[in-house]
């Protein structure tokens, strides 16, 4: 899931702005400067592939080993504008609209993170890959933990920041969850004052998947054998102590908490993200136990 942002740092004087404008906030020239490639609009690249009752649209940047991007709620590939170029220099870099967000329209009336998962799967069926690296941020996050659980063949290994496995306050903060409920309301509202209103159906869609999706047991996580890099900032919309439950839920796993960092690591830590996320995909994972604790 994706979210405003919360608080007020020295080095982030952005103002809290509601859910519904995160796609737009994602993409504003406060995170990153302009790039001279127009990435999720470009048109030299982009493609749709026409999969499970939809047309998703995909870019695809760089040569190499195969590595899959997925973007948070309300996102879209331009959500990833931090990443790209730096990962495109080692990766065949390919990054989608989740279904009903950015170009991939989706005229149905609900979504669900498996839903989303499994066409994602498709996507890569479509691309003829048979195994990818996965860095999914929020949403992406969640749908990255799904598409190992139900494709375990796809995934060689995956980042995640800030997903969440229950759509309750012990999964969200309770500000977060409120504002989603808040927001909820609010759209629920303008869809009953405006019938012909497809934009505001389509928003209502997607905010609303956060407050009845997903429903993952830390139990099903043990599924999940590849190694897992679990990431969240310390002042973060998914609670540490969730996010470190993630991480020990899973057999082969990593956790980093970012201090002095809110949900958007891939944006606020691009750094920090971008080189250890690039060094755990290209370092054998090490199960430290044991004397190894003391080193």
Do not use: C
């Not at 995160?22 to 995170?31: E, H, K, N, R, Y």
């Amino acid at each position: 899931m994706t979210f405003g942002i919360f608080t007020k740092r020295k080095n982030m004087p952005v103002k809290y702005l509601p859910i519904i404008a995160i796609a737009l906030l994602l993409s504003s020239t406060t995170f990153a400067q302009t790039p001279a490639i127009k990435y999720g609009d470009n048109a030299s690249v982009g493609k749709y592939a026409d999969i499970r009752g939809f047309k998703m649209y995909y870019e695809i940047y760089g040569t190499g080993e195969p590595l899959l991007f997925i973007h948070p709620n309300g996102g879209s590939i331009k959500s990833f504008e931090n990443q790209i170029e730096f990962f495109s220099k080692k990766y065949q870099v390919i990054l989608a609209d989740s279904r009903a967000q950015g170009k991939s329209t989706d005229a149905a009336d609900s979504l669900s993170y498996e839903l989303m998962a499994d066409d994602y799967n498709a996507l890569l069926d479509h691309l003829k890959l048979r195994q990818v690296y996965v860095i999914g941020w929020s949403d992406g996050g969640i749908n990255g933990l799904l598409l190992a659980m139900r494709h375990p063949d796809k995934v060689k290994k995956l980042a995640a920041t800030g997903a969440n496995l229950s759509p309750d306050t012990t999964a969200l903060h309770p500000y977060v969850y409120n504002d989603i409920l808040q927001t909820d309301k609010r759209l629920l509202d303008s869809m009953k004052k405006s019938s012909n209103a497809p934009g505001v159906k389509n928003a209502y869609k997607i905010n609303h998947m956060m407050l009845v999706h997903p429903h993952i047991k830390p139990a099903q996580l043990h599924k999940i054998t590849v190694p897992v890099l679990i990431i969240g900032g310390d002042h973060e919309a998914i609670p540490v102590k969730h996010t470190a439950l993630i991480a020990e839920s899973l057999p082969n796993s990593y956790l980093w908490i970012i201090p002095a960092s809110g949900h958007s690591t891939p944006v606020y830590q691009k750094s920090w993200f971008n080189g250890l996320v690039e060094s755990f995909f290209t370092q054998p994972y090490v199960k430290i136990e044991g004397t190894g604790r003391y080193y």
